[in-house]
């Protein structure tokens, strides 16, 4: 199966310990299958970091991990804390937060979270 990650540079080692533990599933690696996706946050995270170019780090996976090792899930709108903050300030109601919160599209992210589900992703170009 094919798995993109978009960051600001090109990621040749995995490195779990610099992902960031306030994620979805944890401090881990995150990949969707959706190229689109992939570029977007690659230009949000290149943006957002103040240098490199966006990237696209492509994978294929094993699907035969061990289900703790790799979480499957959709992803739901990557602005969820400006939505919040939008709802805690009054500008937008709740019935605003769940609409601005519901899936885009419904796209799926694949979570890495140990050194032992990394054996599973395999770099392409």
Known sequence: MKLYHGSNISIDEIDLSKGHRGKDFGQGFYLSDNFEQARMMAEKV?????????TINKNDSDKNAHDFDIVVGPIA???????????????????GLVN?????????QYFFGTE??????KKYE
């Open 77 to 95: 709108n990557d602005v969820v804390g400006v939505q919040l903050t939008r709802h805690l300030y009054g500008y937008i109601d709740i019935q």
């Open 46 to 54: 290149t943006e957002r970091q103040g240098f490199g170019k966006p």
């Open 100 to 108: 601005n919160l519901k899936f885009i599209t419904p796209t799926i």
């Open 116 to 121: 032992e589900s990394l054996k599973y992703l």
